[in-house]
């Protein structure tokens, strides 16, 4: 199968050198990691939970946490109004 001399393991390594050949394996290998990504992105967010009492629940949170951060901002200005 291999030569004592490497030619073989030369000659496929010299073929990695061609213009063309380095180019299409650098469009396979762009390929597979934007593949990769794009698994990786579709498995993280499939583990979040995506029932509707949970879509409910965030968005009563996200109400929550605004108005509270509003009720601060009144305090605080209600508090700069008065050692005016």
Do not use: H, K
């Amino acid at each position: 199968m291999t030569n004592p001399d490497g030619t073989i393991l030369r000659r496929r390594l010299g073929m990695l050198t061609r213009p063309r050949t380095r180019v299409v394996v650098q469009g396979v290998l762009l390929v597979l990691a934007l593949l990769a990504g794009y698994l990786l992105a579709n498995w993280w967010a499939s583990s979040r939970e995506t029932t509707a009492l949970a879509q409910i629940c965030a968005r009563v949170d996200y109400i929550s946490g605004l108005q509270q951060d509003g009720d601060a901002q009144d305090t605080t200005q209600q508090d700069f109004a008065m050692r005016s």
